[in-house]
């Protein structure tokens, strides 16, 4: 889900790559030779599809981008208000903060998928006969794959939905691959918010930049998980970790730069800071758990590469 304040992005993400050329775009809705005719009922979890579905609505940013990168785009009729990728998504006024079962069942939907249950809109659709498939915020990439390849089976796309995946898997292996080898880990600062709120290595985001080999100054902030696995962490605390890496996920939703990190008090003599080492990256790409995932890993792993091991 998109985030609208730092602290709203810490509660509804329990947390989220190049969309791999053909990831990212639209694929053609026919089957294309040597790919096998998706047959019905299709069953995932305790939802049971009869047909394949037409009229998909989408009402979280993430689950847009995987029906899109898998193949069903033009199934999918109505997205959210937050979905802006790709661009030419069908967005409407729909909110998946304050989802209204009857404004979603006034678009017939014939498949609704969700990232949260909120005002218990599941059992509200489910009332209506409405199917609805859900889809969690991450807490690794098997969710993201996971949840990419139920999608393809659900839509008619199964090949094409395995073919993202393993894409990504490959994209992701080979990344890490190419790292240095280090004798003391490098430190990374991830911030959401201006108000210093973090994520921990256990959460989505977390998971990513420990594939890059990267230790996380915000775990021991959250080391009871009180926290969800995103703590919000002091000025103080920040620059007695003094991290070697500063990545702001809060760069267009709250206006933040490496050139405003550095006028910060006392922040200019972190060793981020002096090094020429924050790090701007997409709000949206590094909120998701879909196939752009590869894109943000990428962001990680060239910056980190530039410092000699």
């Known amino acids: 889900m998109s985030r609208r304040t730092p602290r709203l992005f810490a509660a509804t993400l329990a947390v989220a790559a190049l969309a791999l050329g053909a990831c990212a775009e639209k694929a053609d809705d026919k089957p294309s030779a040597g790919t096998a005719v998706a047959t019905y009922p299709v069953t995932v979890g305790a939802l049971t599809l009869d047909k394949r579905?037409?009229?998909?609505?989408?009402?979280?940013?993430?689950?847009?981008?995987?029906?899109?990168?898998?193949?069903?785009?033009?199934q999918v009729t109505a997205v959210d208000d937050q979905s802006n990728y790709p661009a030419?998504?069908?967005?409407?006024?729909?909110?998946?903060?304050?989802?209204n079962a009857e404004a979603i069942a006034g678009r017939n939907p014939d498949l609704v998928v969700l990232s949260d249950d909120r005002n218990k809109i599941v059992?509200?659709?489910t009332t209506l006969k409405i199917p609805v498939y859900l889809t969690p915020a991450a807490t690794t990439l098997d969710d993201s794959y996971r949840q990419i390849t139920e999608l393809g089976a659900l839509t008619g796309h199964a090949d094409q939905a395995a073919d993202v995946a393993t894409r990504m898997k490959d994209e992701i292996a080979k990344l890490v691959k190419d790292l240095p080898q280090r004798a003391e880990k490098l430190t990374?600062?991830?911030?959401l918010g201006p108000e210093l709120y973090s994520a921990t290595s256990k959460t989505f985001i977390g998971s990513l930049y420990s594939q890059a080999g990267l230790t996380n100054i915000a775990d021991p902030a959250d080391a009871d998980g009180k926290s969800a696995g995103y703590p919000q962490l002091s000025q103080e605390f920040v620059l007695q970790a003094n991290p070697d890496f500063i990545f702001l996920g809060d760069v267009r939703q709250a206006k933040q730069s490496a050139a405003l990190v550095k006028a910060r008090s006392g922040w200019a003599g972190l060793a981020a800071v002096k090094n020429d080492r924050v790090v701007e990256l997409d709000d949206d790409i590094s909120s998701r758990?879909?196939?752009?995932?590869?894109?943000?890993l990428r962001v990680i792993i060239d910056a980190v590469a530039k410092v000699p091991a």
């Open 53 to 74: 579905p037409e009229k998909i609505v989408a009402l979280s940013p993430t689950a847009t981008e995987m029906l899109f990168a898998i193949g069903a785009g033009p």
């Open 88 to 99: 030419d998504a069908p967005k409407t006024d729909l909110s998946a903060f304050q989802p």
């Open 123 to 125: 059992d509200q659709l």
């Open 188 to 191: 990374y600062f991830h911030e």
């Open 289 to 296: 758990w879909g196939p752009r995932v590869v894109d943000l």
